[in-house]
């Protein structure tokens, strides 16, 4: 059974910094895809930044490009957002997610290629 459960969100003041964890099992994980989304009241969720197995890419949403960095450690089976100069606007639900390897990398940012998901981790910026 794919698990994936976040953690590290929280409070943090606007400029502030904050590191989110995805700790996954039940997958070969080093074999997988794997994005964070985010999803604020009243909105749909979005793609926040994904790496891709093929290529080693990675894909970020424009409005976090420059503040956000993702990255993995396979020995861990987990994934990292490292998010920086936080602003209001970044407050929501974040997601982990993950997917086998042979959807194509333009697709690596679209909710419906994800058939895995975590619960979420809340981050809230405070103005």
């Known amino acids: 059974e794919v698990q994936l459960v976040e953690s590290g969100g929280g409070l943090v003041q606007t400029a502030g910094s904050l590191r989110l964890s995805c700790a996954a099992s039940?997958?070969?994980?080093?074999?997988?895809?794997m994005s964070w989304f985010r999803q604020a009241p009243g909105k749909e969720r979005e793609g926040v930044a994904a790496l891709t197995i093929s290529g080693g890419r990675t894909f970020y949403g424009d409005s976090v490009q420059g503040r956000f960095t993702i990255s993995r450690d396979n020995a861990k089976s987990t994934v990292y957002l490292e998010m920086s100069n936080l602003k209001p606007e970044d407050t929501a639900m974040y997601y982990c997610?993950?997917?086998?390897?042979?959807?194509?990398?333009?697709?690596?940012?679209?909710?419906?290629?994800?058939?895995?998901w975590g619960q979420g981790t809340q981050v809230t910026v405070s103005s």
């Open positions: 039940g997958f070969s994980f080093s074999s997988y895809d």
């Open positions: 997610a993950a997917r086998a390897s042979y959807y194509p990398s333009w697709s690596a940012l679209q909710r419906s290629s994800y058939p895995n």
